[in-house]
């Protein structure tokens, strides 16, 4: 009796869980399904009228915009470079914090933690002014160099948590056992550590492809501007009267790749998420 | 985003290295090197910034008139500190993080036990909660405000003491309402995510000891699980109400401010990139940061966490 009401209470549970996450996505699937003649007469309802479908239209129209495609190719171009470059300097760092006794350790990861809590806007001001002065506003390695250093701290947190599970000895091991120690190296201890770097990158590229308040702050012009902020400028001043079935269309080809990720990814980003939250 | 994981545990051959032997030296400048451009990079957009910003606020320095930059000592933050913008933007941020933060811990915990139980579908649920958390902010806040519409929404039709006309956007606080659900939404699973890494500390045997001993559902979960996923939590408030007091995207896209729903990292915004005024724009940026500053100490402080001891625990 207890155990059936259990069941049922998790059944249910679950089911609300599914209906919170995937509710508002639905929801902009469904939007970007209206026509944009019946959202500008407008046109309430979760699923479009009938006579209000448009198919494929805004889609089609989103995709031939040049700046939105322009958007969408600074955003995987910027992220993609941010995300291995950052993956690099952190399996570096990572490395000799899980590995080897120095000072400045606990520095470096001072360091990494304030800057996880830092608010982002707060740079805005001085960063907008700086670059100007260096001549990297409004370009790719503007928005590249503040991701790398707000990814840092958690790739550098997910590695180390990982690194510290990886049984180094086993490479000595293969050592003795006849192997060179480039064979140790690529055969032991790179497929040990690579799901962790995995990890590393998938959560960094989540970052930078979110990100907000750079892309709108450091760039004025297609020349860098990202999705986020393309799809916030899509249509100027009136936020009250926004082309809002074309925008749902522009957004969810915006959030294919995070699906993408996640459908093949989650139980990877799940380990890097809560690695060393608490006990890891 | 989890709290820091390095731990002192090394192997204990390492530890048994005189110190300033060779062997301990070259580990040492090894170390340093291979943390330095880790270190430089973070530093470099963060540190070396937020200096810049602490002495440019003390001019009159505007974008617009850059030859006419003056120095005007700390009159900038006294125009911030006596403006109730100033004030008004930061009782609402403080709102907005006070309440997105209980609702997701509670939300988030009901969720976190219910994926704790589950035995089936892990994989689907595990897939749907990491939508939310990877879906780009700005299309989170576009999806609520599209569903709060008046005319093209369908949150009106579906309640039902609402008329089909309500304007959620004209007044200040169901222009809140709005922002906070899509503030909610979209975070309440990675709240959730780290409450059901605390969940999994809690030892199933002392859970069975209390059952034995007739302690009923409800205090179990006081007395047993709640006590020990303390750090846990803890974290989770941590990170998720500094994240909150950032506010901006949501409140960028939704309502652009109107109606004095402006947060102060949107108003911080407005300052530099909007009106060009670089000196009171910078001020606003160094109270936002102190003001982060002192959260984070006040949560430390007043619940006791202990980052440290959580890190080592790795």
Request: hydrophobic share 55%.
């Amino acid at each position: 009796m207890n155990n059936l009401k259990n069941r049922v209470g998790i059944v249910l549970g679950c089911l609300l869980i599914l209906v919170w996450c995937l509710l508002p996505v639905v929801w902009i699937i469904s939007l970007s399904f209206k026509s944009q003649a019946a959202i500008t007469n407008g046109s309430p309802g979760f699923i479009p009228a009938d006579g209000a479908g448009a198919g494929w239209q805004n889609y089609q129209d989103v995709l031939a915009d040049d700046q939105f495609r322009r958007a969408i190719f600074n955003s995987i171009g910027i992220s993609l470079i941010a995300t291995v470059l950052s993956v690099i300097l952190a399996t570096l760092a990572a490395y000799a914090i899980a590995r080897l006794e120095f000072k400045g350790k606990k520095f470096v990861l001072t360091t990494a933690l304030a800057i996880a809590m830092f608010p982002v806007v707060s740079l805005v001001s001085p960063l907008f002014d700086m670059w100007r002065t260096f001549g990297i506003y409004d370009t790719w390695i503007g928005l590249i160099l503040p991701y790398m250093s707000f990814t840092l701290p958690l790739a550098i947190w997910t590695l180390s948590a990982f690194f510290r599970e990886i049984p180094w000895e086993m490479e000595q091991a293969a050592q003795v056992d006849g192997a060179t120690s480039w064979q140790a190296f690529r055969k032991v201890i790179v497929p040990l550590a690579a799901p962790g770097v995995f990890t590393a990158a998938i959560l960094t590229f989540f970052f930078a492809w979110n990100d907000f308040v750079f892309g709108i702050s450091l760039t004025s012009t297609e020349n860098a501007r990202p999705i986020p902020a393309a799809l916030s400028f899509f249509v100027g001043a009136d936020p009250f009267n926004r082309p809002a079935s074309l925008l749902a269309a522009g957004a969810v080809v915006a959030t294919i790749p995070i699906i993408i990720i996640v459908l093949f990814f989650q139980r990877k980003i799940v380990a890097g998420l809560t690695s060393g939250a608490v006990k890891g | 985003m989890s709290t820091a994981t390095q731990t002192a545990a090394k192997p204990a051959k390492q530890r048994a290295v005189p110190p300033d032997s060779d062997r301990s030296r070259a580990e040492n400048s090894l170390g340093r090197k291979l943390v330095a451009p880790a270190l430089v990079l973070m530093l470099l957009v963060t540190a070396f910034p937020m200096l810049r910003a602490l002495y440019l606020s003390l001019f009159d320095y505007s974008l617009t008139a850059p030859d006419d930059r003056e120095f005007v000592g700390l009159s900038n933050y006294l125009t911030a500190l006596s403006d109730s913008l100033f004030w008004r933007t930061t009782a609402n941020t403080v709102m907005i993080m006070v309440v997105t933060v209980a609702i997701e811990l509670v939300i988030g915990f009901a969720f976190a036990m219910v994926m704790h139980r589950v035995i089936f579908a892990r994989g689907v649920i595990r897939t749907s909660i990491l939508i939310p958390y990877g879906i780009i902010t700005v299309v989170s806040g576009f999806a609520w405000q599209f569903a709060f519409s008046n005319t093209n929404g369908f949150v009106n039709g579906w309640l039902p003491f609402l008329g089909d006309d309500f304007n959620w956007f004209a007044e200040y606080s169901s222009s809140m309402i709005a922002i906070m659900a899509s503030e909610i939404w979209k975070t309440t699973p990675f709240m959730s995510l780290l409450l059901l890494a605390g969940l999994a500390q809690v030892s199933e045997d002392m859970l069975e000891a209390a059952k034995v001993d007739g302690a009923t559902w409800w205090q179990r979960l006081w007395k047993v699980v709640l006590p020990n996923m303390r750090a846990a939590i803890m974290v989770a408030v941590l990170f998720r109400a500094l994240d909150a007091y950032r506010i901006f995207d949501n409140i960028f896209v939704m309502t652009a401010g109107a109606n004095g729903t402006e947060s102060i990292s949107f108003l911080t915004y407005r300052q530099t990139v909007e009106q060009f005024q670089l000196g009171i724009g910078s001020a606003l940026s160094v109270l936002l940061f102190l003001s982060v500053l002192v959260i984070a100490f006040l949560i430390v402080k007043l619940f006791k966490v202990d980052l440290a001891s959580a890190r080592q625990e790795g």
